[in-house]
């Protein structure tokens, strides 16, 4: 009986993965599998972030400047549309470079690496 209640929870354990499970309202669950134009992205970004604006899903895509202005940052709906796009100044928080994305909430990095291996 042990051993038939370790294999069941072992089993549990397995074959729950919430890890890639983020819930969206673009109709998938692996936004970076299940989204061609998403997983694209990953080939020339440094960053992917999943966000809700207005009660939708919209993914943020940051690729970032050796220069001194800060990273080029776009906004994109769940069907690949450009929302906005604009450079994130680090030395200034500048407000109103893009609406959109002062009302981000719930932002979730899903995607991440380092372009320039530094």
């Not at 009660?55 to 906004?75: C, E, H, K, L, N």
């Amino acid at each position: 009986m042990r051993y038939l209640l370790l294999i069941l929870l072992l089993g549990l354990g397995l074959s729950c993965n919430k890890k890639d499970v983020i819930p969206n309202t673009c109709g998938v669950k692996r936004p970076l599998k299940d989204l061609s134009w998403l997983k694209a992205k990953t080939q020339t970004v440094e960053s992917i972030s999943q966000a809700r604006y207005q009660d939708q899903t919209v993914y943020v895509t940051v690729t970032s400047s050796r220069g001194i202005a800060g990273p080029f940052v776009t906004i994109y709906s769940c069907d690949g549309t450009k929302l906005c796009d604009f450079m994130l100044v680090r030395i200034y928080n500048q407000p109103g470079l893009c609406e959109i994305y002062s009302q981000l909430t719930d932002e979730k990095v899903i995607f991440e690496q380092n372009l320039y291996n530094w």
